[in-house]
């Protein structure tokens, strides 16, 4: 995912992080938390309210989860 939104969204400088949320905690379910950005933060709302970049964000984020899924499809089917 980080790979991904790098083209499109300005990170955080350490973006890969860990929390204790119960919805990331299912072992068995691949899951992922995107913070896109705080309508108090200036910068953050000028991008949110931008359809261009919701656009291209909510792509990367679809190629992301494609590309993760393919991934994982075409190493099952080898085995």
């Known amino acids: 995912m980080v790979t991904q939104l790098k083209s499109t969204a300005r990170l955080h400088q ?4 860990s929390a204790a949320f119960v ?8 899951s992922v938390l995107v913070e896109l950005g ?7 709302l ?3 309210i ?14 992301a989860v494609d590309t993760f899924f393919t991934t994982r499809l075409a190493g099952a089917r080898q085995n």
């Open 46 to 48: 000028k991008s949110l």
């Open 38 to 44: 705080y309508v108090t933060n200036k910068a953050d």
């Open 14 to 17: 350490h973006p890969l992080k």
């Open 23 to 30: 919805v990331l905690k299912a072992p068995d379910v691949p």
């Open 50 to 63: 931008s359809a261009e970049w919701r656009d291209r964000t909510a792509d990367s984020i679809v190629q």
